[in-house]
């Protein structure tokens, strides 16, 4: 499976950002993990891929959407309300095995990972 993600950028405190990350092969949930310099990546959000359950981090909860488009095996992350401590390079994963939501939060759910795009908020 080959992961390509994009949309990261400078954004101001307060603005918003959307990620997308194509996948190609069999999906049964994807995620978006983060790592902060000097920081371990850590989860973000997932979805599963044959209901669009959803599951987030409480730091990204309501701020944080992720969606996914089964016709482009696309998943989106639209970000919003970023703060400075959102600042980190994220990563989307893919598995082809579907698991119950909370398990996508684990790295070791996922089979393929994306190369990273760099997300700084910034004023």
């Known amino acids: 499976v080959q992961l390509q993600a994009s949309g990261g950028g400078l954004v101001q405190p307060g603005g918003s950002l959307r990620l997308s990350c194509a996948a190609s092969?069999?999906?049964?949930?994807m995620g978006w993990f983060r790592q902060a310099p000097e920081k371990d990546r850590e989860f973000v959000a997932a979805?599963?891929?044959?209901?669009?359950?959803?599951y987030y981090s409480n730091s990204v909860r309501g701020r944080f959407t992720i969606s996914r488009d089964k016709a482009k095996n696309t998943v989106y992350l639209q970000m919003n309300s970023l703060k400075p401590e959102d600042t980190a390079v994220y990563f989307c994963?893919?598995?082809?095995?579907?698991?119950?939501?909370?398990?996508?939060?684990?790295?070791?759910?996922?089979?393929?990972w994306g190369q990273g795009t760099q997300v700084t908020v910034s004023s």
């Open positions: 994963a893919s598995s082809p095995r579907s698991y119950n939501i909370g398990h996508y939060a684990g790295s070791s759910a996922y089979d393929s």
């Open positions: 092969g069999r999906i049964g949930g």
């Open positions: 979805i599963r891929w044959a209901d669009a359950g959803a």
